[in-house]
């Protein structure tokens, strides 16, 4: 379960100089800037709505924006310009977008070293193989001859691609069979190959 929520958090509070709508008063009045926010895990995520308050501190009248007069608008428009949202508010999203480029990177170190090892097989490497969907196996090399490498399947294969793992305490055929080199390219490509293990 996700724990998400939302909080707000005060980003500005000035005196006006309107007079209350209320009392009259004049100087009695302070406007709030509240910045509202949502949190998963309470780790500050991304801001929602800023809204503004005013409160009189002679009659203790509060309003909220859609009900402030005519004559708190320009202070409100004033208030509202100079306060911008504390950068905190988006360290989900921060943290969230450094998990990606990490992934990203991580992902294309990988394709890079898969593409080198397709082109200088070593026995003994292990290639996770996808046969088609929910079937996949383990090929490992036996044996290298110019550009014909020889495989070994796995006798068995399993529906999900979490499964290979296990694949390598069963049983490989004792018979290998040859795979051009420019063909496991090609597998590697179209994501029929999905990882090899050296
Ligand atoms: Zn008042």
Redesign the pocket.
């Known amino acids: 379960m996700i724990i998400f929520g939302s909080a707000g958090k005060e980003i500005a509070r000035d005196k006006i100089r309107a ?7 004049q100087n ?2 302070t406007m709030y800037i509240v910045q509202r926010y949502t949190h998963i895990y309470w780790i500050p995520c991304f801001p929602a709505e800023k809204k503004a308050i005013s409160e ?6 509060v309003l909220e924006t859609i009900q402030f007069p005519e004559s708190y608008k320009s202070y409100y428009k004033n208030i509202n310009l100079r306060t911008k949202t504390p950068l905190w508010m988006f360290t989900g999203l921060g943290i969230f977008a450094v998990i990606m480029v990490g992934a990203f990177i991580a992902s294309q170190q990988n394709n890079t070293e898969n593409t080198e090892l397709v082109l200088l097989p070593k026995k003994g490497d292990i290639y996770e193989i996808k046969l088609s969907d929910e079937k996949y196996t383990l090929y490992k090399v036996d044996i290298v001859e110019g550009n014909a490498v020889y495989m070994l399947e796995n006798e068995y294969i399993t529906d999900k691609e979490e499964g290979m793992g296990e694949l390598l305490l069963k049983p490989f055929y004792k018979e290998s069979s040859p795979i051009m080199k420019s063909d496991l390219k090609i597998m590697l490509e179209k994501g029929e190959i999905i990882d090899i293990e050296r």
């Open positions: 007079a209350c709508t209320n009392c009259q008063e009695s009045i009189c501190t002679n009659c203790n009248q």
